[in-house]
């Protein structure tokens, strides 16, 4: 049973830093990629970055040089450093995992895509 809790949101003042943080918490055979999405109000969900299993990160062209995203496969946790905060970051800040689960013979048994709570990030004078 798989839980994606994310903490680390809040109140910021334009170029201050944030750190997000999700942890998976249960029994995890395969954690692939992991990632954050954001949402403003009344705007769509959008990708913010995407780290692999093995470290390779990617970020989108409006984080760029500011976000930095990371990971801790032992932890099972996925980081979100947040640099020169703007106010179009303000939004939900959503964390997910692309999970597999292995069955006892090694096959797969399932194969899906995990969303933490979300956290609220709101960058504001």
């Known amino acids: 049973q798989v839980q994606l809790v994310e903490s680390g949101g809040g109140l910021v003042q334009p170029g201050r830093s944030l750190r997000l943080s999700c942890a998976a918490s249960g029994t995890i055979f395969n954690l692939n990629d992991m990632g954050w999405y954001r949402q403003a109000p009344g705007n769509e969900r959008e990708w913010v970055a995407t780290?692999?299993?093995?470290?390779?990160?990617s970020v989108a062209d409006s984080v760029k040089g500011r976000f930095t995203i990371s990971r801790d496969n032992v932890r099972k946790t996925v980081y979100l450093q947040m640099n020169s905060l703007k106010s179009g970051d303000t939004g939900v800040y959503y964390c997910?995992?692309?999970?597999?689960?292995?069955?006892?013979?090694?096959?797969?048994?399932?194969?899906?895509?995990?969303w933490g709570q979300g956290t609220q990030v709101t960058v504001s004078s």
């Open positions: 997910v995992a692309d999970l597999t689960f292995l069955g006892p013979l090694g096959e797969i048994v399932a194969q899906k895509d995990y």
């Open positions: 780290v692999s299993s093995g470290g390779v990160s």
